[in-house]
C-alpha cells in the first residue's frame, strides 16, 4: 500500500518535468523564417534607357505673315488638307488708320490751308516763268532772224540765246515747285480721308508654300500682325518622329541604329523603332525638382508600318526604351535577390534541407528586374527574395510564395 502512494507522486513528478523541459524547448527554439522565393532561369535579356520621348513632324512648317497688317479671319481649321501654289491661306490688308484727336485735326487742317497758299503761289511763279520765257523766246526769234543780215552782232545772239536758256530753266524749276505744293496738300488731305475705314485694295494673299495638312492654326481671328507673326503650322502627319531629351550622361551611351521600343503611347502593343541620330548639341533644363541638367535630343524613327501608329500625331508623349545590349538566352536573377557583399554581390540561395544559404554571385549586365548571373548559380536554383535582417546563413526558412 505504501508503495502505491509512493508511485504517484513520482509520476507526477516526472510530468512536471516534462512539461518544463517542453515548455523550456519552446521557448527557446528558433522557428523557420517565411521567406519569398524565386529561380535562377534563362531567358532573353536586355538593358535600355527608359525615357520620355514626343512625337513630332518630321518637316514642320510654320506659316508667317510676310508683311505687316491686318489679319483677314483664318478660315481653315487644324485637319485640313492644302496644296502648294494653289490653296489661299490668308488674306492680310493695309492697317485701318488710326482716329485723330481734336488737335491733331485742327492741326492737319491748319496745314492744309498753308499748302493751298503755297500752291497758290507756286502757280503764280509758274505764270511768271512762262511770260519770261515767252518774251525770251521773241528776243531770240528776232535776233536769229537779224543775225544772217549783219544787222547784229555775235555778242547779242549769245546773249539773247543764253536768256532764253535761263527763262526755261525758270520755268521748269517753277513748274516742279508746283508739283511739289499739289502733292504735299495732297497727301495732308490724304490724311483727313477715310480716318477709322478699312482700306481697300493691295491685299497680300499668303498661299500654301507646300502640299500637306493644317496642324495648327495660331492665328484665326481678325487681328492687326506684324511681319514674321506665326499664323499656322502645316506639315504631312505620315512623317512623325519622336524626339527624346535623355541627360547627356545616358544620351553618351546611345548609338545610332539602336532598336527601340515605344510603349505607353495608347495602342494596343508597343511599337518598333530606331535611333537615328543623337544630336552632337546639348542644352540645359530645369527639372520639376527645379534642378539644372545638361539634356540631349535623340531622335527616333518609327519600324513599324504606318496602319499601326496612324492615329499618332504631333506632340503626343510616349515612353521610350533605347536598347544598349541584349541576348537571346541568358541565366539571370531577380534583382530583388540581390545584395552587396563587399565589393560584389551575393544571394541567399536555399539548401535542399531547406537553409538559406549564402553565396557569392559575379554579376554581369542588368537592367530594372534582372542581372546576368556570370558564376556562383546554376539554372532553376531558388533564391531568397528581399532577405530582411533575419536571414542569415543557415537559417532555418519556410517558403511561402514562388
Known amino acids: 500500500m505504501s508503495r502505491k502512494f509512493a508511485t504517484g507522486p513520482r509520476i507526477v513528478g516526472v510530468l512536471i518535468a516534462l512539461a518544463l523541459a517542453l515548455a523550456t524547448w519552446m521557448m527557446i527554439r528558433k522557428p523557420a523564417l517565411e521567406v519569398e522565393v524565386a529561380k535562377t532561369s534563362r531567358a532573353p535579356l536586355a538593358v535600355t534607357i527608359d525615357d520620355i520621348g514626343e512625337t513630332r513632324v518630321r518637316d514642320l512648317y510654320t506659316m508667317a505673315a510676310p508683311v505687316t497688317g ?69 528776243d531770240f526769234s528776232r ?14 545772239f549769245d546773249q539773247s540765246k543764253s536768256a532764253l536758256a535761263q527763262a526755261r530753266a525758270a520755268l521748269l524749276a517753277a513748274s516742279q515747285t508746283e508739283d511739289a505744293a499739289l502733292h504735299s496738300l495732297a497727301a495732308a488731305k490724304v490724311s483727313l480721308r477715310g480716318v477709322g475705314t478699312p482700306p481697300r485694295g493691295q491685299v497680300v494673299r499668303v498661299m500654301a508654300p507646300i502640299s500637306g495638312t493644317v496642324l495648327r492654326v495660331l492665328e484665326e481671328s481678325d487681328s492687326p500682325v506684324v511681319a514674321g ?16 531629351d535623355m541627360l547627356s550622361t545616358d544620351a553618351v551611351k546611345v548609338r545610332p541604329g539602336a532598336a527601340v521600343t515605344i510603349d505607353a503611347w495608347g495602342g494596343d502593343a508597343p511599337l518598333k523603332g530606331r535611333v537615328r541620330l543623337v544630336e552632337p548639341f546639348g542644352f540645359t533644363k530645369i527639372s520639376a525638382l527645379g534642378v ?49 557583399q563587399g565589393e560584389g554581390w551575393a544571394v541567399f540561395a536555399i539548401s535542399s534541407d531547406g537553409r538559406a544559404k549564402l553565396k557569392a554571385v559575379k554579376i554581369g549586365h542588368m537592367n530594372d528586374s534582372a542581372a546576368e548571373v556570370l558564376d556562383g548559380l546554376g539554372e532553376s536554383e531558388q533564391v531568397i527574395l528581399h532577405p530582411g535582417e533575419k536571414v542569415k546563413d543557415g537559417a532555418k526558412v519556410l517558403v511561402i510564395s514562388g
Do not use: C
Not at 507673326?229 to 527624346?244: A, C, K, Q, R, Y
Open 70 to 138: 491686318e489679319l483677314l479671319r483664318v478660315l481653315f481649321k487644324a485637319g485640313a488638307q492644302v496644296v502648294r501654289g494653289q490653296t489661299l491661306l490668308a488674306e492680310i490688308q493695309p492697317i485701318t488708320p488710326d482716329p485723330l484727336d481734336a488737335r491733331t485735326y485742327s492741326t492737319t487742317v491748319a496745314n492744309i490751308g498753308a499748302l493751298q497758299a503755297q500752291l497758290a503761289a507756286a502757280r503764280a511763279r509758274v505764270q511768271e516763268a512762262r511770260a519770261a520765257e515767252q518774251l525770251a523766246q521773241a
Open 143 to 156: 535776233v536769229n532772224a537779224l543775225l544772217p543780215a549783219g544787222f547784229v552782232s555775235r555778242a547779242r
Open 229 to 244: 507673326t506665326h499664323l499656322m503650322e502645316l506639315g504631312n502627319p505620315g512623317g512623325i518622329e519622336i524626339v527624346s
Open 292 to 340: 539644372e541638367e545638361q539634356r540631349v535630343n535623340v531622335v527616333i524613327d518609327l519600324v513599324d508600318p504606318r496602319a499601326a501608329w496612324q492615329r499618332l500625331g504631333h506632340g503626343y508623349r510616349v515612353t521610350v526604351r533605347v536598347e544598349l545590349w541584349s541576348a537571346p538566352k541568358v541565366l539571370q536573377v531577380p534583382l530583388g535577390a540581390l545584395f552587396r
